[in-house]
């Protein structure tokens, strides 16, 4: 099924010996129905001339980020403003070095950086290049940022040498970006509701419960759905966090105003349950200040069960239910016990007592226990790269 009709693709090309590829790239773009513009480097223009690509494009070639007549409108950020996805292919070690250190010194850098799309990258270099410990560093920054990659593919280069460098084939490029809408026009159809963060129970006036958890992994979770295109609603208790573009988010306070929100904003398609929601609150607030010369009894009292209760639920039961466990000893045994207990779908845990991921760590490492299929585990990585993979498996169970 063509998904590419309409859509408009701004084509970044870059200096190196897979360039000619392009002119192939853009040919198959233009019978697909897509609009296509494109950016030159300066070493690009040694390859492939904007001549040979303004003829299959259809369209003006932009290739300097000084050139008055194109600053007038801003093309930098009308650019990017104007695409539906920005492609950079080829892209060299160079151009990948450039934006996994921010740097934006020509008019490729510039857009890719003022760019609020998302962006596919298709490397192509020497294997050595491509193997250098500095290179490797790059990429993995850029799938951090959210850069999607494409390749490299294996085999003879023109170098002579053989190894893994070379630039994916135009076709199959064309091909996972059909996927990559595709993907995209059946999300829109769906809704998502994430749970992130603490929440806090008032004891009197200035004092609290609460716990560890910044929300970083749920807001990250949120992000990702909305990227690929869901729509998405964000529960959160307190955090310092900025929430991402393009989500319905709610703040709350209480476990009490997430239950309620939570079932205010239900039916949906995905239900992702990532807030660390306090098991217990006071029995009895105080209306004054406790005085420290007092002695302090705290009756508590247990929370609903928020999970439990929307995973039981006859009528509002979503599609799929994942519930989060945070676990500090006997992962496996209580993360599986949770499961059944509150007949979720999937429980995605993690061992917070290691200070280096979990709880306030851009870092996170977790098991996913499945109710149908043997439990995986996804190894240590940067949360935004944790609700990546997350969300890669909600996509392939609903679609």
């Not at 970044?12 to 002119?23: D, Q, V």
């Not at 006071?282 to 010369?293: A, L, P």
């Not at 247990?302 to 209760?309: G, P, T």
Request: with cysteine.
């Amino acid at each position: 099924m063509n998904n590419l009709n309409n859509k408009k693709i701004l084509l970044i090309i870059c200096g190196g010996i897979a360039a000619y590829k392009s002119l192939e790239l853009i040919r198959l773009f233009k019978k697909s129905g897509i609009e296509v513009k494109t950016i030159l480097t300066e070493s690009a223009t040694k390859f492939v001339t904007p001549l040979s690509v303004a003829s299959l494009s259809q369209e003006k070639v932009y290739t300097d980020l000084f050139d008055p007549e194109n600053e007038k409108e801003m093309d930098h950020i009308s650019l990017s403003r104007w695409a539906d996805v920005i492609l950079i292919a080829p892209a060299t070690a160079n151009t990948i070095s450039k934006l996994s250190n921010g740097m934006a010194d020509d008019l490729a850098s510039t857009v890719t950086l003022a760019s609020n799309k998302q962006i596919l990258m298709v490397p192509a270099m020497n294997v050595r290049m491509w193997e250098h410990k500095s290179n490797k560093e790059n990429i993995k920054k850029l799938k951090e940022y959210g850069y999607m990659i494409i390749g490299p593919e294996t085999g003879d280069m023109a170098c002579g040498e053989y190894g893994e460098g070379k630039m994916t084939e135009p076709a199959e490029i064309l091909k996972i970006i059909n996927q990559y809408f595709e993907v995209l026009s059946k999300n829109k159809k769906l809704k998502v509701l994430v749970t992130a963060g603490p929440t806090i129970e008032t004891i009197d006036p200035v004092r609290f419960i609460s716990n560890r958890s910044s929300g970083k992994q749920g807001y990250e979770i949120a992000k990702a759905f909305v990227n690929n295109g869901y729509d998405t609603t964000l529960i959160s208790g307190p955090t310092n966090l900025k929430p991402p573009m393009n989500v319905k988010l709610i703040k709350i306070n209480s476990a009490d105003q997430m239950f309620e929100q939570t079932i205010n904003n239900l039916p949906v398609d995905v239900a992702i349950f990532s807030a660390a929601v306090s098991d217990f609150k006071v029995d009895k607030i105080s209306n004054n200040k406790i005085k420290k010369t007092d002695s302090i009894n705290l009756n508590m009292i247990k929370n609903k069960d928020i999970l439990d209760h929307v995973s039981k639920h006859n009528s509002l039961r979503p599609k799929l239910v994942i519930g989060f466990s945070a676990e500090t000893e006997n992962i496996e045994s209580n993360s599986l016990l949770k499961l059944n207990q509150k007949n979720c779908d999937w429980i995605i845990a993690n061992d917070v007592s290691n200070e280096h991921i979990g709880f306030n760590s851009d870092y996170n490492e977790i098991s996913i226990f499945y109710r149908k299929k043997d439990m995986e585990k996804i190894s240590k990585m940067k949360k935004s790269l944790i609700a990546n993979e997350i969300v890669k498996r909600v996509n392939s169970e609903l679609n």
